[in-house]
């Protein structure tokens, strides 16, 4: 003789279902939060890094012009295996780490690479990086290589000088001087594929700033480079995340550290 569930076994199962899947959404957030707070973490951690470099030696790392003075030539493999005509870690010692209007120029991009050798040699920061370029070209950033990878994967991080006068597709006209941009790898450019949500994003902004994306130390990019990260942006003071693609990930955001 069969025996069908009866309701009360179903309603059971039913609610074992839903404590399940509710504990793994559940779950999920807490490891997003955890890797966004890391990811914070890890912006506090090198702007403390590059001030302290800049105490001591009166530069900034990248732009540092006598590493091979301190730390010896050796130490400093810059671009020979990539056909660079200068092998050197000694920046320019401009004041500038970089310049983004000059990327193409290895003389401007090699100091974003070389940022992270130089706050090695110092004993600022850990980690082993090339102090070059990637195969993409002379302004290729490559996570885990050449600049630090985060822990909120595939993130990474690439500091440069980002010169931008007038408003257009991409930005508004600011004086926005040194930044630090967090994304994933993006070929013969800093650290900028899109890796967060316009959710995740806004989140960590309004943690950590004003919870805007076009003002503060924490910003994202015009709606025609990243189309589903900002809305409403014809000016800085009116763009908003658009919170309505909540699962995608859109954005890939910049910092303005002040040094």
Same mark, same amino acid.
């Given at each position: ?28 957030? +807490?490891?997003?939060? *955890? ?9 506090? *951690?090198?702007?403390? #890094? ?8 009166? @530069? ?6 006598? @590493? ?12 020979? !295996?990539?056909? !660079?005509?200068? #092998? ?12 983004? $209007?000059?990327?193409?120029? +290895? *003389?401007? #991009? ?8 130089? +706050? ?13 370029? =990637?195969? =993409? ?10 600049? /630090? ?39 013969? *450019? ?7 949500? /316009?959710?995740?994003?806004?989140? $960590?902004? #309004? ?37 309505? $693609?909540?699962? +995608? ?11």
């Amino acid at each position: 003789m069969r025996h069908g569930f009866t309701l009360l076994e179903m309603s059971i199962v039913l609610g074992i279902i839903a404590l399940i899947v509710g504990g793994i959404l559940i779950g999920k957030n +807490l490891i997003r939060d *955890s890797e966004i707070r890391a990811m914070i973490s890890e912006y506090d *951690s090198q702007v403390k #890094a590059i001030r302290e470099f800049q105490d001591k030696y009166q @530069a900034l790392p990248g732009d540092y012009s006598s @590493a091979e003075a301190n730390w010896g030539a050796a130490t400093c493999p810059y671009a020979d !295996s990539v056909g !660079s005509t200068t #092998a050197t870690c000694n920046g320019d010692g401009n004041g500038r780490i970089g310049a983004s $209007t000059t990327a193409g120029v +290895l *003389s401007a #991009a090699s100091e974003w690479f070389l940022v992270w050798q130089h +706050l090695t040699f110092a004993g600022f920061a850990n980690g082993r990086y090339t102090g070059t370029y =990637g195969a =993409g070209g002379t302004s290729d950033a490559v996570v885990g290589s050449n600049v /630090p990878a985060s822990k909120l994967s595939p993130g990474g991080w690439t500091v440069l000088y980002y010169l931008q006068i007038a408003t257009d597709v991409n930005l508004w006209g600011d004086n926005y001087g040194h930044i630090m941009t967090f994304g994933g790898n993006s070929t013969n *450019s800093y650290t900028s594929a899109a890796i967060l949500t /316009p959710n995740d994003t806004q989140t $960590t902004d #309004a943690k950590i700033d004003d919870g805007m994306p076009g003002t503060g130390k924490m910003r994202s990019r015009r709606t025609a480079v990243y189309a589903n990260c900002t809305m409403t942006d014809s000016s800085q003071t009116t763009a908003v995340y658009n919170n309505t $693609t909540t699962s +995608l990930t859109a954005c890939a955001p910049f910092f303005i550290p002040g040094f």
